[in-house]
T-cell receptor, first 113, second 112 residues
Framework: GENVEQHPSTLSVQEGDSAVIKCTYS??????FPWYKQELGKGPQLIID?????GEKKDQRIAVTLNKTAKHFSLHITETQPEDSAVYFC????????????FGPGTSLSVIP | ETGVTQTPRHLVMGMTNKKSLKCEQH?????MYWYKQSAKKPLELMFV???????ENNSVPSRFSPECPNSSHLFLHLHTLQPEDSALYLC???????????FGSGTRLTVV
């Protein structure tokens, strides 16, 4: 089945700097890669997703890149702000598990004012 | 509010109790999910319902029993739980298999 790894597990950056979180997946049939942000006391919230037919997608300060050959994808947050502090999860679906996505273990991001 | 509402927000129950968690969505989504989130563990899928039909049971112990009476409501019935079942239980819904999930805020369950 699909396995998703995520690094780093914790990340601290100064406000205004960029943050990068990297994920790898194992199922070469995966074609959908969402990213979620979970703030304290809340459920995860979808912030951006990418499908296998594109290599990059941007939404304001957030971008995601996908390298299907290497089976890895990354989240880039530019000009970080304190409100970006949260736990971020990457995820991937798989041909054999098309009814679900598999989540990475999460990255705790702290943006220091 | 995300459009997915979970009740109760917090629940403390003894190992011999029976309780139920409720999830409701009015987003018109056709798939609903139960996830378990424990400290220092990845989100674990428990159950998947697609058009009210259970399509996935991820080897969950029988002390957890799901119910999906219609495409807008999902329940998780709990009985004779163990302390290690203490966790945040998250409900989610999606339009289809390969679309993003909308999560509720979860039920924080403590088994004593």
């Amino acid at each position: 089945g699909e396995n998703v790894e995520q690094h780093p597990s914790t990340l601290s950056v100064q406000e205004g700097d960029s943050a990068v979180i990297k994920c790898t997946y194992s199922d070469s049939a995966s074609n959908y890669f969402p990213w979620y942000k979970q703030e304290l006391g809340k459920g995860p919230q979808l912030i951006i997703d990418i499908r296998s037919n594109v290599g990059e997608k941007k939404d304001q300060r957030i971008a995601v890149t996908l390298n299907k050959t290497a089976k890895h994808f990354s989240l880039h947050i530019t000009e970080t702000q304190p409100e970006d502090s949260a736990v971020y999860f990457c995820a991937a679906n798989g041909e054999t598990s098309y009814d679900k996505v598999i989540f990475g273990p999460g990255t705790s991001l702290s943006v220091i004012p | 509010e995300t459009g997915v509402t979970q009740t109760p927000r917090h629940l403390v129950m003894g190992m011999t109790n029976k309780k139920s968690l409720k999830c409701e969505q009015h987003l018109g989504h056709n798939a609903m999910y139960w996830y378990k989130q424990s400290a220092k563990k990845p989100l674990e899928l428990m159950f998947v319902y697609n058009f009210k039909e259970q399509t996935e049971n991820n080897s969950v112990p029988s002390r957890f029993s799901p119910e999906c009476p219609n495409s807008s409501h999902l329940f998780l019935h709990l009985h004779t739980l163990q302390p290690e079942d203490s966790a945040l239980y998250l409900c989610a819904s999606s339009q289809d298999r390969d679309y993003g999930y909308t999560f509720g805020s979860g039920t924080r369950l403590t088994v004593v």
